[in-house]
């Protein structure tokens, strides 16, 4: 199914024979990216809460899965958009998206998070 919209998007997005090139390297690269993401991150770690569930937070600085190794993080706040917690932690997903708001790109839209008792 993801590989069907992998090439969907290339084909509504693609406007030269070779940017087609690059399509095996996004498959492999999001299927590792989903690999370690929900195998590593419910297996090695360290967490922030406690959950009733299995999720870690994999990397200390989150360099490489841009803000998904701070699954521990996302489980217990799933509509922040910044999953850093401690002082150490870095996400760089959410520091692009504050330079692409700055730049006018996007709009981030500060909403009230809902916090359940």
Do not use: C
């Not at 850093?84 to 790109?105: H, S």
């Amino acid at each position: 199914m993801w590989i069907g919209i992998y090439i969907l998007i290339y084909a509504l997005l693609a406007t030269a024979w070779w940017q087609w090139l690059f399509l095996p390297a996004t498959i492999i690269i999001w299927s590792l990216q989903g690999m370690a993401v929900n195998w590593w991150a419910h297996k090695f770690g360290y967490e922030n809460y406690k959950m009733n569930n299995t999720s870690k937070n994999i990397l200390p600085f989150d360099f490489i899965f841009w803000d998904e190794a701070y699954h521990n993080n996302h489980h217990k706040h799933p509509q922040k958009l910044n999953n850093a917690k401690r002082w150490f932690e870095w996400d760089m997903g959410y520091q692009t998206m504050r330079i692409l708001d700055k730049l006018g790109i996007i709009k981030l839209v500060k909403k009230p998070i809902i916090v359940e008792a």
